[in-house]
């Protein structure tokens, strides 16, 4: 049972330009949502968190939106930068399972010059 | 700081055997989480232990067992290995509570022949 989907497995974006990524989710018990970005050979690195208390949260580049209605979150990177080409992973954690995330299946983000 | 620590980095295991994977989280990280990523998935959730007690398990068989030291270090064991083991192995560190991010190494890789 997926309950955190990526349905995008791949995006390709000028150096410069927005990239945008997007989950949904199905839980309504996930409290808190995270992106991590993954590069071959290496472990997911931890960007950007949001609580289900809010619906925005930035850190320089990266800005995650939180739609709880639609179940939905986005991360938005500008600009984007050669150094961004790598696997963005959404995870959500359970209310009552504060250690434990379901992950996405990815989406695989290729930054042009 | 050093970061989350997982042992060894490559192993090739026959079917049937049994393995061990380590892990040393960040210091100051009393949790410690493990999961399984297949090629063209994300991360999923195998246990949780936080002081050294279970808090959390997915959906793995009884093959899959783990602990965890009083340094708050931790092994998974995976017992009769199947094909269908193999899959990189990450082992992520947190501090307790709400809204604290995993952190997590860079994985340990079994190959099942």
């Known amino acids: 049972d997926q309950q955190v989907k990526q349905n995008s497995p791949s995006l390709s974006v000028q150096e410069g330009r927005i990239s945008i990524l997007n989950c949904d989710y199905t839980?309504?018990?996930?409290?808190?949502f995270l992106w991590y970005k993954k590069y071959p050979a290496e472990g997911p690195t931890f960007l950007i968190s949001i609580s289900s208390i809010k619906d925005k949260n930035e850190d320089g580049r990266f800005t995650v939106f939180l739609n709880k209605s639609a179940k939905h979150l986005s991360l938005h990177i500008v600009p984007s930068q050669p150094g961004d080409s790598a696997v963005y992973f959404c995870a959500a954690r359970p209310t009552d399972s504060w250690g434990k995330l379901q992950f996405g299946a990815g989406t695989q983000v290729v930054v042009t010059p | 700081d050093a970061g989350v620590t997982q042992s060894p980095t490559h192993l090739i295991k026959t079917r049937g055997q049994h393995v061990t994977l380590r892990c040393s989280p960040i210091s100051g990280h009393k949790s410690v989480s493990w999961y399984q990523q297949v090629l063209g998935q994300g991360p999923q959730f195998i246990f949780q232990y936080y002081e050294k007690e279970e808090r959390g398990r997915g959906n793995f068989p009884d093959r899959f067992s783990a602990r965890q030291f009083p340094n708050y270090s931790s092994e998974l064991n995976v017992n009769a290995l199947l094909l269908g083991d193999s899959a990189l192995y990450l082992c992520a560190s947190s501090l307790e509570g709400d809204n604290q991010p995993q952190h997590f190494g860079d994985g340990t890789r079994l190959s099942i022949l």
């Open positions: 839980n309504s018990m996930f409290d808190y």
